[in-house]
């Protein structure tokens, strides 16, 4: 089993910053790929980013590219999302995931209980 905690979130205005981190324990070795998805009130589960673990490869929906950026550091066994220009739309809450399988960027097994990340306008 592998276990999330994210922490990070919090109240920010229009074209503030923020960085959100998941820290994985447990059984961590074979991780194969951390993402960041988010869930809107009202709205589905969506996909954020990802970075596969060995490789340092990112995978960013359209709607945060050039703006948020995924990164990790792998002796903390942390996920970290650097979120710039964030707009209102990206309120949300925001969970970490992770995968021992290469299946697909929007594909995991494991999940964090999610930070409330919330822009004001």
């Known amino acids: 089993q592998v276990q999330l905690v994210e922490s990070g979130g919090g109240l920010v205005q229009t074209g503030g910053s923020l960085r959100l981190s998941c820290a994985a324990s447990?059984?961590?070795?074979?991780?194969?790929?951390m993402g960041w998805f988010r869930q809107a009130p009202g709205k589905e589960r969506e996909f954020v980013a990802a970075i596969t673990w060995s490789s340092g490869s990112t995978y960013y929906t359209n709607s945060v590219k050039g703006r948020f950026t995924i990164s990790r550091d792998n002796a903390k066994n942390t996920v970290y999302l650097q979120m710039n220009s964030l707009k209102p739309e990206d309120t949300a809450v925001y969970y970490c995931a992770a995968t021992k399988s290469p299946v697909g960027v929007r594909v995991y097994d494991y999940w964090g209980q999610g930070t409330q990340v919330t822009v004001s306008s």
């Open positions: 447990g059984r961590t070795g074979s991780t194969y790929r």
